[in-house]
């Protein structure tokens, strides 16, 4: 039957428990996909979502992988603050109710920080360095030469004046120079970031960072 929009079964009988101790499998998709029909009851995962809101009230709080927004609920389990801006894999049901649809986690184990990189502003293009550094033109100039764009990488070397070397895969076309000495980086550092592609002097660089995230730190 259809429950204020929740399709649901009622009235069991001729119960049966076939089988106990089953795998379990959960979709993995992106938290606009979460937010749907097509996902209701299913076990879902999504992964690299940030927390763009840790209280909207009743428990909830809500997390975007880039997508759009979906609502983490707290009717199976309530995850103790939930902090704004941070990076989580999440695990759960997806519910509706109050005319939304939401995620519900089910233990502590669904909740995770995430490794993956945070989603891309709105707005920017995201290029990453073999893409921004590849060129047909003879002069070698940067296609991306100008623009703004989301990328990211590991730091390979770090200069005397903190600017530094990113670098994404491997082979040609794979590293860039960053002009910035805003950050302590250190060698083996995975950070993502916006920044305008420049050519100076025919080196492509990156420089006007801005939204710079260290994801893994390197200590020396």
């Known amino acids: 039957m259809e429950f204020f929009d929740l399709t649901e079964i009622k009235n069991v009988t001729n119960f049966q428990n076939i089988s106990s101790s089953n795998s379990v499998v959960a979709n993995i998709c992106s938290s606009a996909s979460a937010n749907s029909e097509a996902f209701e009851g299913c076990l879902v995962k999504v992964l690299g979502a940030v927390c ?14 880039g997508t759009g927004d979906i609502n983490v609920d707290d009717l ?26 939401k995620l519900l986690p089910r233990n502590a184990s669904d909740i ?18 073999y893409n921004i550094q590849y060129t047909p ?18 730091v390979t070397a770090v200069r005397s004046d903190s600017t530094f ?3 994404s895969g491997s082979g040609p076309w794979s590293g860039i120079y ?7 980086l250190n ?15 025919e080196l ?3 420089k006007n960072i801005t939204n710079f995230k260290r994801l893994v730190h390197r200590e020396t």
């Open 52 to 65: 763009n809101d840790p209280n909207a009230g009743f428990g909830e709080w809500v997390i975007n992988d």
């Open 76 to 101: 199976l389990y309530d995850y103790p603050n939930p902090t704004l801006n941070t990076v989580y894999d999440v695990v759960g049901v997806i519910d509706f109710n109050f005319g939304n649809f």
């Open 112 to 129: 995770n920080i995430s490794n993956q990189p945070p989603p891309p502003p709105t707005g920017l293009d995201t290029v990453s360095i």
């Open 137 to 154: 033109n003879s002069n070698g100039a940067s296609s991306y030469d100008g623009s703004q764009v989301y990328t990211g990488g590991i």
């Open 165 to 167: 070397y990113l670098s």
């Open 178 to 184: 960053v002009f910035s000495n805003l950050f302590n």
């Open 187 to 201: 060698v083996g550092d995975s950070v993502t970031l916006n920044a305008e592609v420049v050519e100076y002097f």
């Open 204 to 206: 492509t660089e990156l």
